[in-house]
């Protein structure tokens, strides 16, 4: 047999064991998955013009962050009043205060390998597309790109790849490792999530033991039909829509307290997408008593080689866009809610307010791309375009301009503060008050280590109105706060709540 043939060979035998049937049978319910497309739909159309006494209804409902049922989350689908769109979007803002204040969450995505087996046909990664050059970062490269993004201000990454043997769990843990190993001074990475393929309990397990954060999954799209037609390819693991569905059950059950969910917006009607992240949420909490940590909502951006975003009907437009984050950070009050760099820095600054807790900056998603030696013709191993260019330092000090405190705190999943039990303190209040301290910690170092004269300025006026507000309003914890912050200020780091 000649090399191709057995490459061939050995990735077919791969690509055959990745799904394991009974790690999806064990988790339906008479043979059947949480998502009924029609009665989805009946739902949708059975609250067609909702009662404006009856929407505000709904809102307070919310405001005391109770996760909303189908039926509510249907009718707010249904609003047509202009007035009552600006009750929702000043609700979802202040839904968002209520939980996590005034704190925005930074990090940015590290893409180590863009091979893939599966071809969905909205991403450049897909098998098929000829004009992407492929590349798997090694070890010495991902330490080269973690030192660089150290350099820029970060510690908490989003790992992402595409499906393939070579950046299977193995890899990838290999890949956690060599960058939880990387420290420049007293720079270091802290938090690692991952955005890679669904996966078996199994290899979960494996890479919750060398230690990740949250671990995101996007369903893409929850109709099963349009699910069907995106992921064309039977062979390719991607196209079974039960094994993506139940990737978060499975890691559940590998022991990963914080899990991720998401859809593509793009791909088919919003309304039903966003029921689809509810039932979804609403399924985890049922069986595992905790829902999803945190939902994410990218918009479908063109992609080289990949002409499918001429094709679809389902386009999202600003308007909608701003509409779905609002009933999302509505329903599901107390979950995190991730907007990336794929959206215009004008977009993000008209989102941000309706409820946003986390957002990635500084981003660079092609394959070596923080590294020195990245170059235009690199520019052909990106997975879409981004619409965010700016840098991390410049996007703070917007946010500290706004009034918005970043946070790069990371001492929930290293004390154990995750999973149901972040959740309860979340419902209660109680989580806030050790992210408000550790935001003020963690920003603290920052500014210190990496901001701009500029940003530095715009950041000190928000550490000091955390400072008033954590003194009048925690006075227990105060002496200890300020302890903690003038260790800081005389050189010592990662101190925290
Ligand atoms: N390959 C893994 C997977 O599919 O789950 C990892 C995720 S991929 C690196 C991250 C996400 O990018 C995908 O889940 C998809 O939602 C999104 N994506 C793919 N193509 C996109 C496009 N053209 N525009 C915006 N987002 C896209
Ligand atoms: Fe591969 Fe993920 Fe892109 Fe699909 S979305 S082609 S699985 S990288």
Known sequence: MNANLACASLEKNWIEGVVKKDEITRYLIDGKDFINDEKIWDRIIGNENPDPGRIRDI??????????????????LNVQDEDLWREIFEAAGEVKRRVYDNRIVTFAPL??????????????????NGTEVRKRLSLDQVREETKAMISMGHKRLMLDCGEH????????????????????????????????????????????EVGIGTYQVFQETYHHKTYRDVHPNPEAPKSNYGWRLYSQHRAMDAGIDDVGIG??????????EVMGLLYHALNLEEQFGVGPH??????????????????????????????????????VPYTGLILTARESAQLRREV????????????????????????????????????DPRGLDEFIRELAERGYITS??????????????????????????FCKLNAVLTFREWLDDFASEQTKQAGERIIQKELDEISREMPSVYPKLTEYYKRIEDGERDLFF
């Open 263 to 272: 859809v593509l917006f793009g791909l088919y009607d919003w309304r039903f």
């Open 408 to 433: 790069f705190c990371t001492a929930g999943y290293r004390c154990g503060r995750t999973g149901e039990h972040i959740m309860q303190l979340l419902k209660c209040g109680q989580e806030g008050r």
């Open 111 to 128: 893409y180590f390998g863009n091979l893939c087996v599966n071809d969905c046909l909205y991403c450049a990664f897909r098998k098929d």
């Open 294 to 331: 945190t939902i994410s909502i990218p918009r479908l951006q063109p992609a080289e080689g990949t002409p499918f975003i001429g094709s679809t009907g389902y386009r999202v437009c600003d308007d909608d866009f701003k509409k779905l984050v609002a009933i999302i950070r509505l329903s």
């Open 165 to 208: 043997p070579g950046t299977d769990a193995d890899y990838i843990a290999d890949v956690l490792r060599t960058i939880y190993e990387t420290k420049i001074g007293r720079g270091e990475i802290r938090r690692i999530n991952i955005n890679v393929a669904s996966m078996s309990i199994e290899k979960l397990r494996m890479l919750n």
């Open 59 to 76: 809102i307070r409902k919310s405001l005391t962050v109770e996760t909303l049922d189908p039926d509510e989350t249907a009718a707010l």
């Open 352 to 387: 941000i307010p309706l409820g946003i807790t986390q957002a990635d900056a500084g981003t660079r998603i092609g394959i070596g791309a923080y590294g020195e030696r990245y170059d235009e013709q690199e520019a052909k191993r990106q997975q879409f375009l981004l619409g």
